[in-house]
């Protein structure tokens, strides 16, 4: 490489690869960016984040215009035009992905329609969309490959009644009734949407709770709301066996005491996870190493064990999210830059976008409890939140995990309408190394639901007036 800046090959263009490749044009390099869709965009703008959003939207509304019966409203029953919500959906994307499309072109970044493999660590064979080929040869090359849904062998059958997230997505009928197989955010998403539109919703998670991996005071609100919504869910169970009976599909659901029962669905959806995309043809000709459960293996400035290629995103662990990707993507390239950075961040926020929303970031209770570490955790209920009940939403919760010592703000966990929203403040406050007091004195807007994360810090202190706590002794 000289002193200008290298000629670089970002392969993939989700919200990691595209980020990458403009902020890289932007620094001056020469940059092409490979992906098999027609614009930039990936997963997260095609199948993924916005077409998922789009429809929880809609499913917002409807959730609503139900609930509004208790406000002395009431709207006859919804007629779902579902062809016009999916274009509006697709219109959605189009409008995200075209408008990525001509920041393309406007940073002058070569985009090639087609898929990348590697002849050498510096050499790329380009298959596009047209079927011809093109060999490359670029200075550094950086994979944004992302990932794809998990398969599950004995659930793997031929069956249109099938679907994972993509085929959800894709909303082809309201189906009576539906199997969600996987009780993680995207089984939790995409349920919500089709209860709301009006199927009945089973949902089979093979651990004791929904959402592992989040705080179980977080997602009991969650699992209340959602035992109202859907049929049934069921914890600790798993789907043995899927049949195709044409007409249907019958599963066989198997209980932890081993019993087994079965039910029959309209349509199944898989949501049991994703895996990386690390399968990239010709990646043996390299030195790029993977690790545990196929990620590529990647040091702090988001290089490989080859020095010539970076890697970002999904790619390269969890979580597997768009903004952590969007981050890894600025890092790599500044990085490549020899600018001196690494990826080290204080919290990486993650959002469920159900009803009621469960966001987290930092620490968690259930990470502080593996860990053995000394927290102080100062909650704050909604039914306390003067905006929360304006809303009828009193069923949240804003919780801070503390520093007993320091008094700084290691984590914070919020459940509620919103969450996605506030848990940004959460954010900031963490990475700014704030003290619960910074919290507490910071004067927010009334009556908000970002209150709450004052209040939970006045909590923190013996100092909130919105409840009471009789003092000891
Ligand atoms: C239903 C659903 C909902 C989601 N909701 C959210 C959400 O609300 N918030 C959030 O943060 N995350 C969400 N995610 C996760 C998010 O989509 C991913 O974390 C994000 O897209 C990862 O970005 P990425 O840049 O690593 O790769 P991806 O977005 O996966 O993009 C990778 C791109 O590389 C291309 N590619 C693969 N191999 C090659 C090759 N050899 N040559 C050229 N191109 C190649 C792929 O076709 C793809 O276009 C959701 C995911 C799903 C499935």
């Known amino acids: 490489m000289t002193d200008s800046q290298p000629n670089i090959a970002v392969v993939g263009a989700g919200p990691g690869g595209y980020a990458a490749a403009f902020l890289a044009a932007d620094l001056g390099m020469t940059v092409t960016l490979i992906d098999p ?45 579902l062809a016009r919500l999916r274009s509006w959906k697709e219109g959605v994307v189009k409008k995200l992905t075209a408008g990525l499309g001509v920041l393309s072109k406007q940073r002058k970044v070569h985009y090639i329609q087609g898929r990348a493999a590697f002849e050498n660590s510096t050499t790329l064979r380009v298959t596009k969309s047209d079927g011809s080929e093109e060999t490359l040869d670029f200075e550094r090359i950086l994979l944004a490959t992302g990932s794809r849904p998990a398969i599950v062998p ?11 997230s993509t085929g959800a997505l894709n909303l082809e009928d ?5 199997l969600v197989v996987g009780g993680g955010y995207i089984g939790l998403e995409l349920g919500t949407v089709y209860a709301a539109l009006g199927t009945r919703v089973t949902v089979v998670e093979m651990l004791p709770g929904l959402l592992p991996g989040a705080d ?14 859907f049929e049934s869910i069921l914890l600790n169970t798993t789907v043995a066996a899927v049949k195709d009976e044409y007409s249907a599909i019958r599963a066989t659901l198997k209980g932890q005491d081993g019993n087994t029962q079965e039910k029959v669905f309209d349509r199944v959806l898989v949501s049991v996870g994703r895996k990386p995309n690390s399968e990239i043809p010709g990646l043996e000709k390299t ?29 390269v662990g969890e979580p597997m999210l768009a903004h952590k990707a969007m981050h890894e993507g600025r890092t790599a390239v500044e990085a490549i830059a020899g600018h ?35 927290v102080k955790v100062a909650k704050f209920p909604w039914a306390a939140s003067g905006r929360a009940i304006t809303l009828d939403r009193p069923d949240g919760m804003t919780k801070l995990l503390i520093d007993p010592h320091t008094e700084r703000l290691l984590g914070v966990g919020i459940v509620g309408v919103g969450a996605g929203e506030l ?11 704030a003290l619960a007091k910074d919290v507490a004195m910071t004067i927010h807007p009334h009556p908000t639901l970002s209150e709450t994360l004052m209040n939970s810090a006045e909590v923190f202190f013996g100092t909130s007036t919105d409840i009471y706590r009789p003092k000891r002794g």
């Open 216 to 229: 179980r005071d977080l997602v009991l609100p969650l699992h209340k709301r959602l035992e109202k919504m």
């Open 340 to 374: 001196k950075v690494a990826f080290e961040p204080a919290a990486i926020p993650a959002v469920v976008f159900t009803d009621p929303e469960v966001a987290w970031c930092g620490l968690t209770e259930t990470q502080a409890q593996n860990e053995n570490r000394e």
């Open 37 to 81: 869709e027609i614009n930039p965009g990936g997963v997260c703008l095609y199948r993924g984040c916005i077409p998922s959003k789009a429809v929880l939207h809609v499913a917002k509304l409807l959730e609503e215009s139900r609930q509004a019966k208790d406000w002395g409203i009431e709207f006859s029953a919804p007629k779902i035009d």
């Open 154 to 164: 004995t659930l793997k059958i031929d069956s249109p009644r099938m679907m994972d």
């Open 174 to 178: 309201i189906p009576g009734s539906l």
């Open 423 to 433: 848990i940004a403040e959460a954010v900031l406050a963490i990475e700014m190394a």
């Open 287 to 315: 030195q790029v190493k993977l690790g545990a459960r196929g990620f590529v293996q990647v040091n702090k400035q988001l290089q490989t064990d080859d020095p010539n290629i970076y890697a970002i995103g999904d790619l």
